[in-house]
């Protein structure tokens, strides 16, 4: 079975640019996560994918961040326009669909961006 | 309020020692799930274990061994003679069951030298 898989895994971009940054979950898996580690701090959450709506994007810093998850398949998370302290590193991580509880969370490798 | 606590930033130890990496949690949810997850160099994030809050059985595989105390709100992680190539940060993570985000820690660098 196929993991998480995230592209690209870097992306170097100038302030003030668009990046989007692309997740495939693993197959059958309808909880769909992205998070992001910046330098040396804790991961933290953006938001939450059930199939292809929002349940919680309480995380999210700013407009300048969009999700969309057509379909409820792949999931892109854009960034518009860009600034220094977007950098870090974006996971994207997917779980099966369970009724309360907590199903593990499986984390692909990680798009690292860097805003110059 | 949930939150994650790992106090140690950075290990360092020679090979065949063990090592514990500690994780002290706060939740006032009673049905709740804690998480270790380690992070090599290569940089991908891999789940290694899972327990829920009603379940306080110690666990072990092979080297890797979980100690979880709710009196002390902790989910220690100790590797019993370490290897080199459990060099890597390892995140303790906690989720509850009124939301599906998992709150990390810090993470601990662990280095094992030869």
């Known amino acids: 079975e196929a993991g998480v898989t995230q592209f690209p895994s870097h992306s170097v971009i100038e302030k003030g640019q668009t990046v989007t940054l692309r997740c495939d979950p693993i197959?059958?898996?309808?909880?769909l996560y992205w998070y992001r580690r910046v330098m040396g701090k804790e991961i933290k959450f953006l938001l939450h994918?059930?199939?292809?709506?929002?349940?919680?994007e309480s995380g999210m810093p700013n407009n300048r961040f969009l999700a969309e998850r057509t379909g409820g398949t792949y999931s892109t998370l854009k960034v518009q326009p860009a600034e220094l302290e977007d950098s870090g590193v974006y996971f994207c991580?997917?779980?099966?669909?369970?009724?309360?509880?907590?199903?593990?969370?499986?984390f692909g490798p990680g798009t690292r961006l860097t805003v110059l | 309020a949930q939150k994650v606590t790992q106090a140690q930033t950075e290990i360092s130890v020679v090979e065949k020692e063990d090592v514990t990496l500690d994780c002290v949690y706060e939740?006032?949810?009673?049905?709740?799930?804690l998480f270790w997850y380690k992070q090599p160099p290569s940089g991908e994030l891999v789940f290694l274990i899972r327990?829920?809050?009603?379940?306080?059985q110690n666990e072990i595989s092979g080297r890797y061994s979980w100690n979880f105390q709710k009196s002390t709100s902790s989910f220690n992680f100790t590797i019993t003679a370490s290897q080199v190539v459990d060099s890597a940060v390892y995140f303790c993570?906690?989720?509850?069951?009124?939301?599906?985000?998992?709150?990390f820690g810090t993470g601990t660098r662990l280095q094992v030298f030869p």
């Open positions: 991580a997917s779980s099966h669909l369970t009724s309360g509880g907590a199903d593990t969370q499986y």
């Open positions: 197959s059958g898996h309808d909880n």
């Open positions: 994918f059930v199939k292809e709506s929002k349940q919680d």
């Open positions: 939740t006032r949810d009673t049905t709740y799930y």
């Open positions: 327990r829920n809050s009603f379940d306080e």
């Open positions: 993570a906690l989720n509850t069951y009124n939301t599906d985000k998992l709150i």
